[in-house]
């Protein structure tokens, strides 16, 4: 009897001393300076909530905590745009080797807008220089490229950092509502490499009824 309660004394310290070794070395880990384990992720933010609501919102919970707040952006139109901008770049290059070879400016018909569509039946568009065109053209995308990129389109996702691990845990451990008409999903965030950024911009009714 008295080897047994031996055993079982020896048993429970080596069980204590591997969970102590396990809770310091996780302590460790959680301490280390990665973002995702200060920052929560939200779900289902109203594009018309702005991101002085959001902050504000939290602020009331957890006074002075609160690092940054970041909405995700929709580039599908900036993608779109920067692939029309290749699309002249490349008309133009092809024209100028034409000319090179030919030594003549090659023309071209300008694309049709709107006003000339309706207009259509009773002007005809003249042929302009194709290398000019290609680069007005390829010019107009690069500037509207950079303002989609500056301002891009508004999701519904929204990241909060924090101050402290234990915070950024407490709020990913709550369901937190607004207000009637907007319910936020709330859960710490994932790593960055385990987003899929393309779903972001999917509304939450979208994927509601998907």
């Not at 090179?100 to 709107?114: C, L, M, V």
């Not at 999903?185 to 490499?193: K, N, T």
Request: net charge positive; glycine share 4%; proline share 4%.
């Amino acid at each position: 009897a008295g080897s047994l309660v031996f055993n079982s004394i020896v048993a429970c310290v080596f069980l204590y001393l591997v969970y102590r070794e396990y809770y310091l070395l996780r302590i460790v880990s959680k301490s280390r300076s990665r973002p995702e384990n200060y920052t929560i992720m939200l779900q289902g933010v109203g594009k018309q909530t702005s991101l002085a609501d959001v902050f504000n919102f939290f602020s009331d919970i957890f006074p002075d905590q609160i690092i940054a707040v970041h909405r995700v952006g929709d580039l599908s139109q900036a993608r779109l745009t920067a692939l029309k901008r290749k699309h002249w770049a490349k008309l133009q290059e092809d024209a100028k080797l034409e000319s090179e070879d030919s030594s003549e400016r090659p023309t071209t018909k300008p694309a049709p807008s709107w006003l000339s569509s309706i207009s259509g039946v009773f002007c005809c568009l003249n042929d302009v220089d194709a290398i000019d065109y290609y680069g007005q053209r390829e010019a107009t995308a690069a500037r509207c490229l950079k303002v989609e990129l500056q301002s891009p389109l508004p999701t519904e996702v929204v990241f909060v950092t924090f101050k402290s691990i234990l915070t950024a845990r407490a709020c990913g451990q709550i369901l937190l509502t607004h207000n009637i008409d907007d319910f936020w999903r709330v859960r710490p965030a994932p790593l960055v490499s385990d987003v899929n950024w393309d779903n972001c911009r999917l509304s939450r009714w979208s994927v509601f009824f998907r």
